[in-house]
T-cell receptor, first 113, second 114 residues
Framework: DTAVSQTPKYLVTQMGNDKSIKCEQNLGHDTMYWYKQDSKKFLKIMFSYNNKELIINETVPNRFSPKSPDKAHLNLHINSLELGDSAVYFC????????????FGSGTRLTVV | AQSVTQLDSQVPVFEEAPVELRCNYSSSVSVYLFWYVQYPNQGLQLLLKYLSGSTLVKGINGFEAEFNKSQTSFHLRKPSVHISDTAEYFCAVSLLGNDYKLSFGAGTTVTVRA
């Protein structure tokens, strides 16, 4: 069973479109995250949610809106897509005790054309 | 705020040779330290972590890392690499008591050649 699953795996879309990426974890973790990996493989945190509440919003444009309907799901909606949004987006989760590390999904490769 | 510097962007190595990947961190408070591996077109997998206690940490796939507080380093080593170890390796840090933000280094590309 996949621990953290993201859909879709690949997403190709035109500039200006709106798209969503879904993430689900079956680990019972309280905290979920979105990370962006750019073309140079640099990983940067975008959002952290703990028990459905936003904890960290790391100066992400407001075109990006995370939504957590319950603590097992954290979806990412992106409005008015731009070329610079092309990247791999990773969802992750972690348990409530600190220092356990994160479990990552396999990523969603977004290409904006 | 915490930060991580991986000192080598690319490390080519021959099969069965040892490898060391260097990581330095900066933080004004105590930290948790991690190494992750990313195989091509895959997500990140936890290799090992340091929380407290023994400064030598053993992980999966024969990797180990040593925490050095005075040098603020957490270098990753493997005594003998395989072709299958070809991957991107990331060092990461989070603050003790605030695990909501894991900060990553820029990554080290390890290429193992026969």
């Amino acid at each position: 069973d996949t621990a953290v699953s993201q859909t879709p795996k690949y997403l190709v879309t035109q500039m200006g479109n709106d798209k969503s990426i879904k993430c689900e974890q079956n680990l019972g973790h309280d905290t979920m995250y979105w990370y962006k990996q750019d073309s140079k493989k640099f990983l940067k945190i975008m959002f952290s949610y703990n028990n459905k509440e936003l904890i960290i919003n790391e100066t992400v444009p407001n075109r990006f809106s995370p939504k957590s309907p319950d603590k097992a799901h954290l979806n990412l909606h992106i409005n008015s897509l731009e070329l610079g949004d092309s990247a791999v987006y990773f969802c992750a989760s972690s348990p409530p005790l600190g220092g356990q590390g994160y479990t990552f999904g396999s990523g969603t490769r977004l290409t904006v054309v | 705020a915490q930060s991580v510097t991986q000192l080598d962007s690319q490390v080519p190595v021959f099969e069965e040779a040892p490898v060391e990947l260097r990581c330095n961190y900066s933080s004004s408070v105590s930290v948790y330290l991690f190494w992750y591996v990313q195989y091509p077109n895959q997500g990140l997998q936890l290799l090992l972590k340091y929380l407290s206690g023994s400064t030598l940490v053993k992980g999966i796939n024969g990797f180990e890392a040593e925490f050095n507080k005075s040098q603020t380093s957490f270098h990753l080593r493997k005594p003998s690499v395989h072709i299958s170890d070809t991957a991107e390796y990331f060092c990461a840090v989070s603050l003790l008591g605030n695990d909501y933000k894991l900060s990553f280094g820029a990554g080290t590309t390890v290429t193992v050649r026969a």
